[in-house]
C-alpha cells in the first residue's frame, strides 16, 4: 500500500482560519514568509494524508474501563483517556464506576483503578492508576475546533478491543456547535452547555469517555454517554468540548473535588455525628448491596424539610464526597459533627441542585 | 509664491495619497492573496486525495460482484479475484443459493455463476461467474501492512439496492485491526479481522474492502449493530485479504474447508506471558514438545502479546496446515513446526453447517403447466432421479440428471452452470475437485513419465549417506512393485507384502516407511486418483511451514493415508507423507531432483528428524513378471 505519512499542519488548517492582526508589518511578513515557504514546498507535502498517524498517537493515551454492568443489555466496559503522566483517567461518570473499575492500557498492562472525583453536572469521572511515565492528552484552554473540521473519535466501543488490541477509531466532521438538550430515557441531562455534534456514528456501548482528536492528534473533547434529542428522539453524536473539561479535571486532579472518604477523618460515636434520622431524611428500604440514596420521605420541621429536600430526590454528593449507595452516605454522615452543616448535592429529575442542610 | 506653495502641497498630498492609495491597494492584494493562499494548498491536496480516490474507485468498481440469489431469496457482493471468473464471497450469501446463482457487474450484464468451494466457518466462498475469460479482477495487497487510520472504500451491494447493477461506494477509515469476533451461533469465526467505520449494512457482505488506491485488502462479512435495527452504526469487519488468501487454494478444491486448532489452550498469566493451559497428548504441538506451562512466543513468525492473540492467528490457518512455532520451555526457546488439526471432526462440520443454514426462501408459486412445456416439469422422472444421484456410480445418467437441476427458485438450471456442477456429499462441487486431481495426475505422469507403467517393477539403487555419527555410508537397494516391496541397506533387508505391514511400519517410524511412500507412488502413476482409494484434492499448504503454498492430494488406501505435495511453479513432486493415524508423526519422503525429472535424492524423516538419506544411483523398471530382463536405467547418468 502507498502512503504518505505527511501530514503537514497547514494542510488541515480550516477555512476560518483568523488573520490574526491587523498590523500591515504582521501582514507583509507572512505574505513574504508565505511565499517563500510555498516556493520550497515540495508537492508531496500536499499529497494524500493518511489518518494512521494521528491514530497511532493517540493510542497509548486510550485506555479501555470495565466495571460493573454486563446485565439486561448494560454493558460493563467504557473509554477513558489518560491526562496526567501519573496514571489519572477522565471518563465519564456512568454504572460501570459503581465498582473500582480495571483500567487496561494500550499495551495490556491491566491495573485496578480508584475513582479520584467526579463532577456530576459534566457527568465526567476521573481514575487514578498507580502507573507513572505515561502519554496523556493535555487537555487545551481554548477551544478552536469549528463545524466542518476533521475529527477522529477513539473509543472502545462494544467493546472490541481487548487486551493490547488498538482502540477503535472511526473519521469524521463536527457538524455543529450546539447547546445540549438531550435526555435519557424520560430524564433531561444534568449538562446543557455546549457541545460538539459529530457526524459520526459515536453513539455506541463502550465509546462514553472517549477521545475526540483532530488530524494533528490533539485533545477535542470527550465522547458523551448516549443520549438522545429531547424534542426528536434521535440518537445523539456529540462530545463535550476539551475547554468545559479542562478545569473540572484540574480540580479533580489537585484534590479541590474529591469523593473519595477521608481516612483521616474518623467515624465519630453515632451520639456524636449526624445521621439520616436526625437530619430528618428517610430512605428507600436499603434491600440491595448498593441501592442507591433515594430519599423515601422527609420528618416535617427537620433539617431537611427546611432547605425543602423531597422525596424522590436522588442524594449524590455529602460535603463533596460520592455517594454510590444508602451504606457510604450513612458512613459519610458518621464522619460529621453532629454540631456540623451538611452540604448534599442532590439530583431532582433533571436537576442538580446544591443544598446545605443546618442543624 | 503661496500658489506654488499650495500647489506644491496639493502635488505632495496628491503623492501621498496616490501613495496611500497605491499602498492599500497593494496591500489589499496581498491580504486577499493570503487569504485565497490557503485556499489553493487546501484546495491542491483535497482535489489530489480526492482525485487518488476516484482513479481507485474507478480501478475497483468493475471487479465488484453483485450476488442475487435466484428467485429473490436474498444475495449481497463478492469481488472477482481470477480473470476466469473466480470471485470471492461470504458463505453466509452464496449458502441461500445452494450450488447456483446469478451475479451481476458494473458493466450492466448478468452471468451465471457457480459455487466452487467453501469456508463455513470463516464465512468465506469462492464461486466462479461463467462466459467469459477476460473478467476484470482486485489485486489483493499485503493486508499486514494495513494501519489503523488508512483510508479505505467499500463497493457493495447494500440492501439489494444495486438492481440497476451500479454497486454503491461508502468510504471511511480502518478502524481497527487484529479483531476477534466471537463465533456466532454455532459456526462463524472472525479471526485476526479489520473494522472500519466505512458504512457497512445488509447487502455488503461479501464485497470487498478496497484501500484508497482500489486495492483489495478484506471480504466484508459482518457489522456491529445496535438500536437502530439492522442498520450501519460504523463498525463493520473484514476478513483480511491474506486469511482470504491462505483458504483460496483449499476453496478452489471444491471442499467444505475446516478451520485448523492447535490441539491446546493458553491463557494470559499475571506476568503478561501467555501460557498454555491445557494440552492433548495427541496432538502434534504436544509430539514436538509443547507442555502445560509453557509460554507461547511466536506463531507463524508473529509475535504473541495476548492469549488473545493465539487465537486470532490460529483463525486464519485451514487445517492440517503446519507452521512454525517458538515457544520457551523452563528459560529455553524452542522453534519447532507443528501441524495444526481440524477444529471440526469428521462429518461434526457438515452437520454444523446444515443447521446454521437459513431456511431456503419462499419459491415463487408456479405459473400452470403448459401441455407444451413438460421438458423440465417438477414431475418428471428425471427429477427424482436427481435427488438421489449422489451414491450413484459417476457415469450412470450424467446428462438427464444434471438437467433437471433446480435452482433457489426451483427454476431449471442453465446449461452452462449445470456442466460446472457436481454434487457429491461432503464437498460445495466435486466439480472443482475432479479438475484439480486431472490436473495433478497429468503433473506427476509427467515427471514419471518413464516411470509409468500398467505393470512395472521399481529397482532404485544407490548411497545411504550417514545421518548419525556412528554410521557409515552404505549402499542400498529398493523393490517396488507386483504387491511386493523390498529395502534392502547394507546388510539389513525388510520384505512387507501387506498393506496392513506398510501401516505398521510408518506407525512404528521405522526405515521401511519409505516403502509406503513409494508403493502409494507407484500406485497412483499406474492406476491414476480415480482408482487409488479414496482421492480427493486437498487444496494448498506450506511445505514444513514455508511458502509458496503446495498443492496437495491426498490418497487412501489401506488405512494409510497419503499426501502428494507439489510446488505450484516447477509443478514437481516435492514431498509424499504417509500417514498411519493422528496420533503418530507420518512418514515423509523428500525428493530432490536435478532436472524436475526422476528424483535424484531422497530422504525420509519423521517429525522434525530425518532418518533417511539416500542418493539415488539409478532408477530402473521392469516389467513385472520379467525378473531377468536387462534393467532399463532411466536417469541420466547410468546410460
Known sequence: ?359 | MPSRCLGSALVRIGCLTFALLASVAWLTTQVDAEESSLLPDEQRWIEEFESARIAGIAKAMPSTVMVFVPGGGGGGSGVLISEDGYALTNFHVSSPAGTYMRCGLSDGKVYDAVVVGIDPVGDLALIQLLGREDFSTAEFVPSRSVQVGDWCFAIGNPFLLATNLQPTVTAGIISGVRRYQYPSGTLLEYGNCFQTDASINPGNSGGPLYDNDGDLIGIIGRASFEKRGRVNVGVGYAISGDQAQNFLGCLHSGRVVDHATLGATVGTDEDGSVRVTNILSSSDAYRRGLRYGDEILEIDGQVIQTANDVQNILATFPSSWRIPITYRQEGTSVETLVRLASVHRGSELLEKMKSALPPPPPAPPKPPASPESDDASPESPEDSNAKSSPDEPEQSQPDNSKKAMKDAAGEPVPEIAVNQIEVREGYANYYYNQLQQTKFIERLRRQFEEATTDDSVWKINGTAIPVADNQQPSEFQLTIGEGQFEFKIGNDVERLSRGDELLRVVDEQRDAGILACLSALQRMLAIGPKQFGDTYYWGTMPLSGKRPLRDTVIGIHSDLETRFLHHPESERLEVIESIAGTDTDPAELWFGTDNGGIPSTMQLRYGTTTVLNLQIDDWSVEQAGQPQAPDAPINGDAS
Open chain 1, 1 to 359: 500500500m502507498s502512503r504518505t505519512p505527511n501530514l503537514e499542519q497547514e494542510n488541515f488548517r480550516p477555512r476560518h482560519a483568523d488573520l490574526g492582526t491587523s498590523s500591515w508589518l504582521k501582514i507583509l511578513l507572512g505574505c513574504i514568509a508565505w511565499s517563500i515557504l510555498a516556493c520550497l514546498t515540495p508537492n508531496s507535502l500536499s499529497a494524500q494524508p493518511s489518518m494512521a498517524r494521528p491514530s497511532d498517537q493517540a493510542q497509548p493515551k486510550m485506555v479501555k474501563v470495565y466495571g460493573a454492568g454486563g446485565l439486561s443489555g448494560l454493558e460493563a466496559y467504557q473509554s477513558g483517556f489518560l491526562v496526567s503522566p501519573a496514571g489519572h483517567i477522565a471518563t465519564a461518570w456512568s454504572y460501570v464506576l459503581d465498582v473500582d473499575p480495571v483500567v487496561i492500557l494500550h499495551d495490556g498492562r491491566r491495573f485496578e483503578s480508584k475513582i479520584v472525583g467526579f463532577e456530576p453536572a459534566l457527568e465526567l469521572a476521573v481514575l487514578k492508576i498507580e502507573a507513572d511515565d505515561l502519554s496523556f492528552f493535555p487537555i487545551p484552554e481554548t477551544n478552536s475546533i469549528s463545524w466542518g473540521d476533521p475529527v477522529l473519535a477513539v473509543s472502545n466501543l462494544f467493546g472490541i478491543a481487548t487486551g493490547n488490541e488498538p482502540a477503535s477509531v472511526m473519521q469524521g466532521r463536527v457538524a455543529a456547535k450546539t447547546k445540549l438538550d438531550a435526555r435519557r430515557g424520560t430524564f433531561q441531562t444534568p449538562y446543557r452547555g455546549e457541545v460538539l455534534l459529530l457526524d459520526l456514528v459515536a453513539n455506541n456501548p463502550g465509546a462514553a469517555g472517549g477521545a475526540l482528536i483532530n488530524p494533528e492528534g490533539e485533545f477535542l473533547g470527550m465522547l458523551g454517554k448516549e443520549l438522545r434529542d429531547r424534542k426528536t428522539g434521535v440518537w445523539l453524536n456529540y462530545a463535550i468540548p476539551a475547554d468545559v473539561l479542562r478545569q473540572p479535571i484540574g480540580d479533580i486532579i489537585a484534590g479541590r473535588k474529591t469523593t473519595l472518604p477521608d481516612e483521616s477523618n474518623p467515624v465519630l460515636p453515632r451520639e456524636k455525628s449526624h445521621s439520616p434520622t436526625s437530619l430528618g431524611i428517610g430512605l428507600i428500604p436499603d434491600v440491595l448491596e448498593n441501592t442507591p440514596a433515594y430519599i423515601d420521605f422527609i420528618e416535617k420541621e427537620s433539617a431537611a424539610d427546611r432547605v425543602d429536600l423531597r422525596p424522590d430526590d436522588l442524594i449524590v454528593l455529602v460535603n463533596g464526597r460520592r455517594v454510590s449507595h444508602q451504606r457510604a452516605f450513612r458512613d459519610l454522615l458518621r464522619r460529621i459533627d453532629r454540631r456540623d452543616q451538611v452540604a448534599l448535592v442532590v439530583q431532582r429529575d433533571n436537576e442538580i441542585l446544591d443544598l446545605v442542610l443546618r442543624p
